[in-house]
């Protein structure tokens, strides 16, 4: 039941004076005279701060220049200088699902973007020189489309995951006070909001009360130049968002939650890179295995069952609790309609042990549907499924705790499996009935073994982390089944990677947005209760060591207890780190109205 009826259509309190031309939104919030603890406004105006486009889809377009500016040359190119770089094959793997995952949509881009322009560290001009606001910005010009994916890109690197997480054991009454104290302060942030279907990022701008309930007024940038709200209850701590309703063609009856599917991601965690790399590079290292399940179908809706020590959870249910160092985030790039075609999961190896990860869909769609699924383990190589789900049998990655991967699929799947190991990139087409086990490294070599369908070995390949010529190697590796109980044995062919361009221009500008990324962390460092990440396991400097993803801490943050509502969601929060902001979690406090006031005094 959504919390709020009369939130259900957000014509039924359009106020006048609302943000651009449409009937369909809010007005912008007027604190004048009231105290600051029930109305905190910073004043973003979605008809000037926020796009004149709305949220699409469709691959992203990120590469080599993108990556270097995220993580740093070394950490991502094999060879090459100046303006060539040759991929690591982990690095190019981990960037083509990234694109991959955009189909969905970029919402998560375009909150991030518009909120670095409000707060003074970009300037629409830095786009178009003939821009006055970011309103005025144009998709189809490709300094805002790619810093829009460079941004979105983000979401999938520690600091973030870090900052976002902290938040998954808080009540939604005490997220919208961090936030109003936030917006005092000058902070920025995004919003994370998620319903059984997926999940989309908006950008909050205010936080008021509105009788027994806490609007969280949102710039979304599915309704452009509109003032959403979401509405918390904070005797029951559910929030309800009915703003799907101002779209005639994607109507819905409204997206609500509890603890867990409501989230902040300061925007100070977006701003320190270089970032440690999620991608395992040939030095192995780190603690945390990362899995992405994505889909180049933008109406694919697909989650993950999750087994561990003999327990499955299904992650398409966001009521389920996850043990704890087990974190999960769907789609945050979604359309209107909310459809759930990507998801991350980070797992605690320290914490957890052998788990199995198997594909699974949501809704009654039984037509075939392209999936890609890889996890990246401290111990192996970056591995990689592209399949299609016919909707048949089982797509199951099985991990043992030492990183060894079991990869079984039915056998009238479709599949191939990329391997990255090192200089690397082995493509292996998987016939019918035939299953692949990776091997940790072993002095930089990764075993790869096929297995029949009554898992009898029948053919393996070493796979090295250097290549004969030193380059960067693409293989084709086709398995040929062997004669009277023989292994088998792979046709192979080799091609040396070209190097892709770097550009300069680009690659410039993206290190000015880290600049401005550093003046934004210095000025907006607010000192509240946010945890926010300052990154102390991120290391300065560009190519450290870049697998220090760990995240180190994962303490104590579960200690919040989660109260009544079972939902709370799952996404585990003990790895989370973020130490000072996590004992704020069991405030509990639901009986209380005035949350927002009671966090300002």
């Not at 981990?94 to 970029?106: I, L, P, Y």
């Not at 369908?453 to 190697?473: C, N, Q």
Request: hydrophobic share 30%.
């Amino acid at each position: 039941m959504v919390v709020a009826p009369t939130e259900q259509s957000v014509l039924a309190d359009s106020k006048e004076g609302s943000a651009g031309e449409s009937s369909n939104s809010y007005g912008l919030p007027d604190c004048t005279g009231q105290d600051s603890g029930s109305c905190s406004y910073a004043g973003f105006n979605p008809a000037v701060d926020g796009f004149s486009f709305e949220n699409w889809g469709g691959a992203g377009n990120l590469g080599a220049t993108d990556l270097i500016a995220m993580f740093g040359r070394n950490k991502v190119c094999a060879s090459g200088s100046g303006n060539e770089c040759v991929l690591y094959p982990a690095a190019q793997q981990w960037v083509d699902q990234v694109n991959e995952s955009m189909s969905g949509g970029h919402c998560e881009g375009m909150a991030v973007t518009s909120e670095l322009i409000h707060g003074g560290y970009l300037a629409p001009s830095d786009f178009d020189p003939a821009a006055k606001t970011t309103f005025d910005l144009a998709q189809d010009n490709p300094v805002v489309s790619g810093t829009i994916e460079y941004w979105f890109a983000t979401q999938n690197v520690e600091p973030v995951q870090r900052a976002y997480q902290a938040f998954h054991k808080k009540e939604p009454s005490q997220i919208a006070a961090e936030l109003a104290l936030g917006l005092k302060s000058g902070a920025g942030y995004t919003m994370g909001i998620y319903a059984p279907d997926g999940g989309h990022a908006l950008t909050p701008i205010a936080v008021t009360n509105e009788g027994d309930l806490i609007a969280i007024h949102v710039y979304d940038n599915n309704y452009p130049g509109t003032v959403q709200r979401i509405m918390i209850d904070p005797r029951s701590e559910r929030w309800s968002y009915g703003a799907g309703s101002t779209n005639p063609q994607a109507p819905t009856n409204g997206w609500e939650g509890g603890i867990g599917t409501i989230e902040l991601t300061p925007m100070e965690s977006r701003l320190q890179t270089p970032f440690p790399a999620p991608f395992t590079d040939k030095k192995g290292g780190g603690k945390t295995s990362q899995l992405m399940l994505t889909s180049p179908d933008p109406d694919a809706r697909l989650g993950v069952l999750l087994t561990i020590d003999g327990k499955v959870y299904d992650t398409r249910d966001s009521s389920v609790v996850l043990p704890a160092g087990v974190n999960i985030r769907s789609t945050v790039g979604s359309s209107p309609v909310l459809l759930g075609n990507w998801m991350s999961m980070t797992i605690d190896r320290d914490q957890v042990g052998p788990f199995a990860a198997e594909i699974a869909r949501q809704g009654d769609e039984t037509a075939p549907i392209p999936v890609t699924m890889s996890i990246d383990d401290p111990t192996s190589p970056r591995v990689t499924l592209r399949a299609i789900d016919d909707d048949q049998g089982a797509i199951v990655f099985d991990v043992a705790r030492d990183g060894a991967l079991d990869l079984k699929r039915a056998a009238a799947t479709s599949a191939a499996v990329n391997v990255a190991n090192g200089l690397n990139s082995a493509n292996f087409p998987l016939p019918d009935g035939v299953n692949m086990r990776v091997l940790p490294f072993e002095n930089g070599v990764a075993e790869i073994g096929f297995f029949d369908e009554d898992d009898r070995l029948i053919g393996e390949f070493p796979l090295s982390d250097e290549s004969e010529s030193g380059a960067v190697t693409e293989i084709q590796a086709e398995f040929q089944l062997g004669e009277d109980g023989e292994l088998g044995y792979f046709e192979v062919t080799e091609e040396e990677v070209a190097p892709e361009e770097v550009d300069e221009g680009e690659l410039s500008w993206l290190k000015e947005l880290n600049e401005a990324g550093e003046a934004y962390e210095g000025n907006n460092n607010s000192g509240d209760d946010n945890g926010d990440d300052n990154g102390s396991d991120t290391g300065g400097s560009d190519d450290s060591a870049d697998d220090n993803t760990g995240g180190s801490d994962d303490s104590a943050d579960d200690n919040t207890g989660g109260s009544d509502d079972s939902a709370d969601d799952n996404t585990g929060g003990s790895d989370t780190g973020s130490s000072d902001d996590s004992a704020d979690d069991n405030t509990g406090g639901s009986d209380e109205t005035d949350k927002v006031a009671e966090v300002e005094e």
